[in-house]
């Protein structure tokens, strides 16, 4: 019995003993610390278990490093999408495989997508091997204005995505807005307030909460949007949309606005750099999809840079469930715009940011997330090429200092029926 102690209390010990941290350091590549500085050639970055040490020029690599060679290669953060719907749908046509919104549910602002992400769902394997690494995931509207809270999740391969839960709640006030309060812009900036409001009201005394507009479950996830602890992300297009939402703050003072697409947002841009709202801008758009974006420009993200307006790349209601990759070549593009006469678009070390660290920031994780600077989450891609450029493949996958597999079924599918044995494929290909 006493041999037994012994042996059972060394095994305890070994149990809770620290693990030895792993350190990877990734030497001699272009590197892209993501926070808008220019590229560092001949650069290192240093990780230690699921975090970065350090990224530059001259870093002390320690002797039991495991090196990767990137010579030749970029290396950069993760590419962090601004606004997805990753991982609540694998078929759009199949209501089974689609959780953006709930048509028939009776709640709205309490519904939380945290508790319908899918780390499984194909799109994410194929988007994690274009060097995507986080994704802002918002639900959509149905019966309400309201969505419901979002969150920021990793795409890593494991089955806890969620890097924040609640990160947000998101409501409709464009065009979509007016037809989910009755038809008008009127309708849906007073029932924006009147939910407000009636949260306020819950606010006071849950107990005797009674209302025929919200539920007391949506009342209460809308509290933490009146008093400013949850951010607010607002789909709005036109420029006299944009105006109205940037007003709700003279009736509701604390909330934390983030306008998400923005079409026109060019035209007020000094409206809202003076407001010090953040925007999730869709990029590139150039034609108008409806009245509220009548005067959609490429330059709409460029020019509103410009004005002062801390602006990222987000992809809202553009293959926001399976193509976020596409936020890359968006990047590029507005690298390329400088080059058209007249037109307005960001320099390559901003184009970056607006994919990696600005993101992170106006989700209020520039801390943990977006950027190979110290102690960040080491989310690091490592690229045969410029980024930017549709040549260029992702070579290695880094999330959370954990190396990410490559393979997805699209990859799969590629690899499968590019050269065929005869008889090796299903029988309907026979016919």
Do not use: C
């Not at 309201?146 to 391969?157: K, S």
């Not at 709409?300 to 936020?327: C, E, F, P, T, W």
Request: glycine letters at 10%.
């Amino acid at each position: 019995m006493k041999r037994f102690a012994i042996l059972l209390a060394s095994a305890a010990a070994l149990i809770t003993a620290p693990l030895a941290a792993q350190t990877t350091a990734i030497t001699g590549g272009k590197v892209v610390i993501g926070d808008g500085s220019a590229p560092i050639e001949g650069g290192t970055v240093l990780i230690r278990n699921d975090r970065v040490v350090a990224a530059g020029a001259n870093v002390t690599i320690p002797a039991d490093a495991r090196r990767i060679d990137a010579t030749g290669k970029w290396v950069t953060p993760g590419i962090f999408a601004g606004f997805s719907r990753i991982g609540l749908v694998e078929v759009g046509a199949v209501t089974q495989t689609n959780d953006m919104n709930a048509s028939g549910s009776p709640f709205s602002a309490a519904l939380d997508v945290q508790y319908a992400i899918n780390p499984f769902a194909s799109p994410v394997a194929v988007n994690r091997a274009a060097g995507v690494t986080r994704a802002v995931v918002s639900p959509s509207t149905s019966s309400s204005i309201f969505g419901g809270y979002g969150a920021v999740v990793d795409l890593g391969q494991d089955e806890n995505p969620i890097t924040k839960a609640r990160a947000f709640q998101f409501v409709e006030l464009g065009e979509t807005g007016h037809s989910r309060a009755g038809g008008s812009r009127s309708a849906s900036h007073i029932h924006f307030r009147a939910l407000l409001n009636e949260a306020r009201t819950y606010a006071r005394n849950p107990a005797a909460f009674d209302s025929d507009l919200l539920k007391a479950s949506d009342a209460k996830a809308l509290l933490p949007v009146i008093n400013g602890s949850t951010k607010l992300l607002v789909h709005v297009e036109s420029a006299n949309d944009i105006l109205k939402v940037l007003d709700l703050r003279k009736d509701f003072p604390a909330l934390k606005l983030v306008l998400v697409g923005a079409n026109e947002g060019w035209r007020v841009a000094g409206h809202i750099a003076a407001a010090g709202v953040p925007v999730l801008a869709s990029a590139l758009s150039d034609l108008p999809y409806g009245f509220e974006d009548l005067s959609a420009t490429q330059s709409n993200i460029g020019r509103m840079k410009d004005a002062g307006v801390k602006v990222a790349i987000g992809m809202i209601n553009d293959n926001d469930a399976h193509q976020l990759r596409y936020s890359v070549q968006y990047a590029g593009n507005l690298v390329a715009l400088n080059k058209v006469p007249r037109a307005t678009g960001l320099s390559w070390d901003e184009a970056f940011a607006a994919i990696s660290s600005v993101p992170a920031d106006i989700m209020g994780m520039s801390g943990q997330l977006g950027s190979l600077k110290a102690g960040r989450q080491a989310d690091v891609v490592i690229w045969s090429g410029d980024p930017l450029e549709l040549s260029t493949q992702v070579e290695t996958v880094i999330i959370d200092g954990v190396d990410q597999s490559l393979s997805n079924r699209q990859m799969r599918l590629r690899d499968r029926y590019s050269n065929p044995a005869p008889g090796a494929l299903p029988k309907a290909y026979d016919r």
